[in-house]
């Protein structure tokens, strides 16, 4: 049973800092590439960072220069750490796993969503 736990999230000032963390089981951890979406109150599912396999990371304009991905392949966990925090970061934040079958298509795996709140 594939499970990804999401942890870290929580409510902090405008420009504070947070660590989430996402615990994978069940997956080959090092053979997915992993990211962090979040979804705010009426709008849509954003991704904000990703990490390949590999190591290789991308982030959405929004948050580049104040969030880092990492990932700890020993630990099968993957962090997502935000500074500089302001209001409009607020959101579910979802862990995903993916990457495509051999066969074709996507294996494709979701944690349950941490809360952030950045509010003063």
């Known amino acids: 049973q594939v499970q990804l736990v999401e942890s870290g999230g929580g409510l902090v000032q405008p420009g504070g800092s947070l660590r989430l963390s996402c615990a994978a089981s069940?997956?080959?951890?090092?053979?997915?590439?992993m990211g962090w979406y979040r979804q705010a109150s009426g709008k849509q599912h954003d991704l904000v960072a990703a990490i390949t396999n590999g190591g290789s990371t991308n982030y959405a304009d929004s948050v580049k220069g104040r969030f880092t991905i990492s990932r700890d392949n020993a630990k099968n966990t993957v962090y997502l750490q935000m500074n500089s925090l302001k209001p409009e970061d607020t959101a579910v934040y979802y862990c995903?796993?993916?990457?495509?079958?051999?066969?074709?298509?996507?294996?494709?795996?979701w944690g349950q969503g941490t809360q952030v709140t950045v509010s003063s």
């Open positions: 069940g997956i080959i951890f090092c053979t997915y590439a």
């Open positions: 995903n796993a993916q990457r495509a079958l051999p066969i074709g298509g996507v294996s494709d795996y």
